[in-house]
């Protein structure tokens, strides 16, 4: 292994790098460069907090909702709750992208990463008082 290499596999620096990319590439593409890689990915709890599998330390700053999920459930995610609508009714379903039959085996699949997601960082840990 030359020094170049030495350098570059690198957990803590690697761990560095792979932060900077956005959550999509991370979550897919960025698994499928080498094992190595997937291995970090799937055990650094920094990498794991920014794919949203891991909760971050509860902090007194705002809450960042989920992009991803935010994407595919947009009127779970929606801001304009002072609206007389129900948050959420059957025609929102219709929205979906896993209306799509293409979609849907993959989302519906028992491993589909989404379902061991957190909706936000922080996450919430209590509801009510």
Known sequence: M??????LWTAELLEQILLHL???????AAQLVRRQ???LITTSPTLQQALY?????????????????????????????????PLVCRDNFRELRIGRTWLRRAFMHP????????????????LGR
């Open 2 to 7: 030359s020094n170049r290499d030495a350098v």
């Open 22 to 28: 956005d959550m999509r590439t991370l979550l897919t």
């Open 37 to 39: 890689w997937r291995d």
């Open 53 to 85: 599998f891991k909760p971050v330390a509860q902090a007194s700053g705002p809450r960042t909702p989920n992009p991803l999920l935010a994407e595919v459930f947009p009127p779970w995610f929606r801001l304009d709750l002072d609206q007389r609508s």
């Open 111 to 126: 491993a589909a990463t989404w379902r061991r997601m957190l909706v936000q960082q922080p996450p919430v840990l209590q």
